[in-house]
């Protein structure tokens, strides 16, 4: 097992968590993205940009999602 720590974009805290591999953390990390586009209700305000990643124990980066929402307007 090995740590990982997932952020958010304006977060200063990250989360600590053990998983088997870099697979184990891609997924998680998916989970949490999906779990992100639940709360905004799956349409965030036009402009808005969400990244997740997660890096391993020796801070070195593993994955990013990076989610860019535009939205047009009516008329």
């Known amino acids: 097992m ?6 958010r974009t304006g977060e200063d805290k990250d989360a600590p968590i053990e998983l088997a591999n870099d697979d184990a953390a891609w997924a998680t990390l998916i989970r949490l993205c999906f779990d992100e586009l639940g709360r905004a209700n799956a349409s965030p305000p036009s402009g808005s940009d969400i990244e997740l990643s997660v890096t391993d124990h ?3 980066d593993v994955a990013v999602i990076r989610v860019s929402a535009s939205r047009r307007r009516p008329g």
């Open 58 to 60: 020796l801070g070195q």
């Open 2 to 7: 090995a740590t990982y720590r997932f952020r």
